[in-house]
C-alpha cells in the first residue's frame, strides 16, 4: 500500500539512528572505563512523545533509540542521543587531558572533580 514507503523510511531512519546510537555508546564506555568513571551505557528503545500524541505527523518514528546511563550504587538515567552527543565532547576534552597528564605526572583523579559529563549526579532517578 502507499503507506509502506514512508514505513521503510521511518525503519530506514531508525536503524541509522541506532547505529549512530552503538557508536557513541562504544566510546563513551571506553572513556569512562579508562577514567574509572564507574558508570555504564547501554543503546534502549523508547516511544517518543511525539508518537503519544494523537495528531502526529505520519512518518514519525513510533520508537527511538535512548541511551541508558548507569553509575555503580547510582540510579539509571535515560538520556537522548543529542545529549550523548554533546557530553562526549566534554569527555573526549577530558580523556585528552587525563592522557597528556598520564603523560607528565601523576596527576592525582581528583583533578576531575569539576562537572562530570559523565553522568548527571543532580537528576531524579527514575
Known sequence: GPGSATLNN?????????VKA?????????????LD????????????TSS?????KRGSLLSEPAIQVRRKG???????????????LDMRDLYQEWKE???????SRSYF???DPFYDEQENHS
Open 113 to 115: 572533580k569539576r562537572a
Open 74 to 88: 547510582k540510579g539509571k538515567q535515560i538520556w537522548s542521543l543529542e545529549k550523548l552527543e554533546n557530553r562526549l
Open 37 to 48: 568513571k564507574r558508570t555504564e551505557y547501554k543503546v534502549t528503545l523508547q516511544i517518543p
Open 52 to 56: 503519544l500524541d494523537a495528531n502526529r
Open 22 to 34: 552503538n557508536l557513541l555508546v562504544r566510546e563513551a564506555s571506553y572513556i569512562a572505563e579508562e
Open 101 to 107: 597528564c598520564e603523560e607528565d605526572s601523576p596527576v
Open 10 to 18: 521511518s525503519l530506514m531512519r531508525l536503524r541509522e539512528q541506532i
